[in-house]
């Protein structure tokens, strides 16, 4: 019973208005002359939306997936030279004696762990920090601009051991006998599934002002 709540729970915030989304932001600063230092990244109001609040309190975990674009003006079309990606991930441990939400962020070469956070608003305020990120340019004296994008999604499609956790006891014998439901989390209806219970990818971006890359 508890389950067919949590299902019935998913799909009314799927259907439900989301206009906290509106309040996103992602910015992409540059820090001193031609970005030397390489650009800043701030995130606001992430955690605002209802949809996810509710999803996380109900024991899913929000990704937060960031791409950094660096990219050199001029000729006929703009050229990407180089990208970065980092990933945060956001999880609420609803235990009596925690109740507290945790952030992970890992870029690659380190895992930086913030953790036991006791509200929604210091959540919010770590992942509103600035975040530096090495990606300088090669060419001095060219132009350039960064561009961010950021996917935030409460359930990730191939986190299938997530999903397993949350469908417990309940549903599973439900299913017995007619195929097996997380390796079907593979094909399109999957990830169609996947969206269900975690509510639809939203995605931001920004980019900087243009600059000249500095002599090295």
Known sequence: MRT?????????????P??????VGV??????PGAAGGPVITV?????DPQLRELMKNGFAVALNFRLEL????????ELERTTTWNVGVVYDP?????????????????????ALPSLDSAEAVLARPYRVALAPAHAGAHYYYNVVLDVESLSASDLSELQRWL?????????????????LKNGVGRLLSRVLG??????EATSATFVAPAR
């Open 95 to 115: 235990d009596p004696y925690q109740k507290a939400y945790h952030i992970v962020r890992h870029n690659g070469k380190q895992t930086e762990d913030f953790g």
């Open 4 to 16: 067919a709540a949590r299902w019935m729970l998913a799909l009314m915030l799927l259907a439900a």
């Open 168 to 184: 417990n006891g309940d549903v599973q014998p439900a299913v017995r006998g007619r195929g097996n439901l997380f390796s079907a």
């Open 199 to 204: 509510g639809a990818k939203r995605n931001y």
């Open 44 to 48: 606001s109001h992430v955690l605002e």
């Open 71 to 78: 990219w050199r003006t001029g000729g006929v079309f703009n």
């Open 18 to 23: 989301a206009a906290a989304q509106q309040r």
């Open 27 to 32: 910015h992409v600063d540059l820090d001193g």
